[in-house]
């Protein structure tokens, strides 16, 4: 059974700063490697999506890696803002491609 | 295109009451996903359905509740006689393409938050 762990739970850090979210997942045989970000009241946003074969993924200021063999994952966030602050999510989409196993979460509060 | 649609967003039941949950996937997308984030807890599969089929309802409990998506109109998540444990925000995810593609990304809505009182 996949389990996907995050680490840290929650994160505060001055607008500005350069940071890294953590997760680890205990199943290798994934087919991809997904990153949300969730606000207060609202569903999932999508933001970067690393498929199995892939190493890293980026999309303006965020950059996500991928070690399989591992079972690592980490999102960096690059000059943080104020705007950054939200739950970030980790998910490991299983082999079958029917089921995301999500990580626990962090809460990034990005302070001016 | 106006995104995964649910509603309603919030509902109130009493214990042993029927609660409907709808989702309005996106336009062109056939895949529907349930998800629920118990409180405290992180998102927990549920279902997977496409038109007309549950193609993987290994994350449903074996009771009370059911899902479908049929040929037309929105899929929904039916609980039957809710219990203050079902309180929850229930999510609603949809693709164009099974997900295993590899890099089909799932569009989530903005959830229904269930209160059973």
């Known amino acids: 059974k996949q389990e996907v762990t995050q680490i840290p739970a929650a994160l505060s850090v001055p607008e500005g700063e350069n940071l890294v979210l953590n997760c680890s997942f205990t199943d290798s045989a994934i087919y991809n490697l997904q990153w949300f970000r969730q606000d207060p009241g609202k569903g999932l946003t999508s933001l970067l999506l690393?498929?199995?074969?892939?190493r890293e993924q980026t999309s303006g200021r965020l950059n996500a890696s991928l070690d399989k063999s591992s079972g690592r994952s980490t999102l960096y966030i690059a000059a943080s803002q104020p705007g950054d602050s939200a739950t970030y999510l980790c998910a490991a989409l299983n082999n079958a491609g029917n089921m995301l196993t999500f990580g626990g979460g962090t809460r990034l509060m990005v302070k001016p | 295109n106006a995104g995964v649609m649910q509603n309603p967003r919030h509902l109130v039941r009493r214990r042993g009451q029927e609660a409907r949950l709808r989702c309005s996937p996106m336009?062109?997308?056939?895949?529907v996903y349930w998800y629920r984030q118990l409180p405290e807890e992180g998102l927990k599969f549920m279902v997977y359905l496409q038109k007309e089929n549950i193609i993987d309802e290994s994350g449903m409990p074996k009771e009370r509740f059911s899902a479908e998506f049929p040929k037309e109109g929105p899929s929904i998540l039916r609980i039957q006689q809710v219990v203050r444990g079902d309180s929850a925000a229930y999510f609603c995810a949809s693709s164009p393409l099974w997900a295993g593609q590899g890099s089909e990304k799932l569009f989530f809505g903005s959830g229904t938050q269930l209160s059973v009182l």
């Open positions: 690393i498929q199995s074969s892939q």
């Open positions: 336009k062109g997308h056939s895949h």
